[in-house]
């Protein structure tokens, strides 16, 4: 069974406090490692796709990297604008090929 | 234009009602999705609809009734529902289904039933 975990479940960070987010995941081959952001009670937003171990992508204060277990999201001197909670999401090669979403990290970036 | 519209914003009903959420997308993706979530949960898949074809139920009570009159539109038509049921319901297009395509989420219709 594909699993899907990240870690921490929430984080508090000053602005300008660099950290990172963790994705963990079990599957029999990957196909794609997504990430969203969603803020609060509204649908999620695609972030980035990762495809293969060792592929980084990055967005403005956002960079996603990716291990044969693992994913990273890392940011980079965070604004509250940035608060939000982010999920990741594993598409498995095989089977229905619809991804399998982790619980999210909730990111709160205070002034 | 990666926009996915859905409506209503807001729903609430009584468990007698029968009401119906609607999507649309305008991207030309040939899969959709319904998913159902709950606070502070994941989303979670309910429906996949193929090529306008129903491709995934995800065992979901017949309570709630998919239909895709065409690849643009998704509706989600729902009747007897119950206070449990209560959550943010969202939709999902991607340009295929068996490929790793990236899903563009719509708002939310928030249902409340009472």
């Known amino acids: 069974e594909d699993q899907v975990t990240q870690s921490p479940e929430a984080l508090r960070l000053q602005e300008g406090e660099s950290s990172s987010l963790n994705c963990s995941y079990t599957?029999?081959?990957?196909?794609?490692l997504f990430w969203y952001r969603q803020d609060p009670g509204k649908g999620p937003e695609f972030l980035f796709t990762l495809y293969s171990a060792g592929e980084e992508k990055e967005k403005e204060r956002l960079k996603a990297t990716l291990t044969k277990k693992e994913s990273f999201l890392h940011i980079t001197a965070p604004k509250p604008e940035d608060s939000a909670t982010y999920l990741c999401a594993v598409q498995a090669s095989g089977g229905s090929y619809i991804p399998t979403f982790g619980r999210g990290t909730s990111l709160i970036v205070h002034p | 234009d990666t926009e996915v519209t859905q409506t209503p914003k807001h729903l609430v009903m009584g468990m007698t009602n029968k009401k119906s959420l609607k999507c649309e997308q305008h991207?030309?993706?040939?899969?959709m999705y319904w998913y159902k979530q709950k606070a502070k949960k994941p989303p979670e898949l309910m429906f996949v609809?193929?090529?306008?074809?129903?491709?995934i139920n995800e065992s979901v009570p017949s309570r709630f009734s998919p239909e895709c009159p065409n690849s643009s539109l998704l509706n989600l038509h729902l009747h007897a529902l119950q206070p449990e049921d209560s959550a943010l319901y969202l939709c999902a297009s991607s340009p295929g289904q068996g490929a790793s395509y990236e899903q563009y989420f719509g708002p939310g219709t928030r249902l409340t039933v009472t």
């Open positions: 609809y193929s090529y306008e074809k129903l491709s």
């Open positions: 599957v029999s081959g990957l196909r794609g």
């Open positions: 991207m030309g993706h040939r899969a």
